[in-house]
Every structure is written in C-alpha cells, then in structure tokens.
C-alpha cells in the first residue's frame, strides 16, 4: 500500500514540474516550486517508513525549512522586483 502512495506521489511530482515550466507566472511558478518541494518532503517520508531508516526524517525535516526558507526569499525578491 504504501509502495502506491509513493508511486502516486512521484507521478505528481511530474506535473508540479510540468507547471514550474509553463506557469504564465512567477507566482504560479514559485507555487509550483513550494508544491513540489512539499511532496519530495512526503516522498523522503514515505521511503523513510519503507526502508526503516530514521535518518530520513531528519533530512526531510531540513529539507522543510530550507525549502520553507527559499520561498520566501524568492516571493520577496519578486514582491521587491530584483533588490536584494
């Protein structure tokens, strides 16, 4: 059961990265981007709990912020058109 929901997840993975690319915007991209970031989180999760490895949630947990992070650097760059 658990192998599906990962299959699931990596086939929407495809389309979040379909919409990264031919988003109109750059706000329908950095969703696409947060989108995908939040599903290769539960992807680490899911292979965490298949493989009995605990190390992966920490990876994902610090995945999570920095992808966290990221997001809101590059709303705030785009919000402030290019000043750093």
Not at 6 to 16: P, S
Not at 21 to 39: A, E, Q
Not at 46 to 54: H, P
């Amino acid at each position: 059961m658990i192998n599906v929901v990962v299959y699931i997840l990596a086939f929407a993975t495809v389309f979040t990265i379909l919409r990264i690319l031919l988003g109109p915007t750059i706000w329908d991209r950095l969703l696409g981007f947060n989108l995908m970031s939040s599903k290769l989180i539960m992807l680490i999760v899911m292979c965490s709990i298949i493989f009995e490895k605990n190390f992966l949630l920490d990876i994902a947990l610090t995945y999570a912020l920095i992808g966290f992070v990221s997001t809101l650097f590059i709303a705030r760059f785009v919000r402030d058109r290019g000043k750093i």
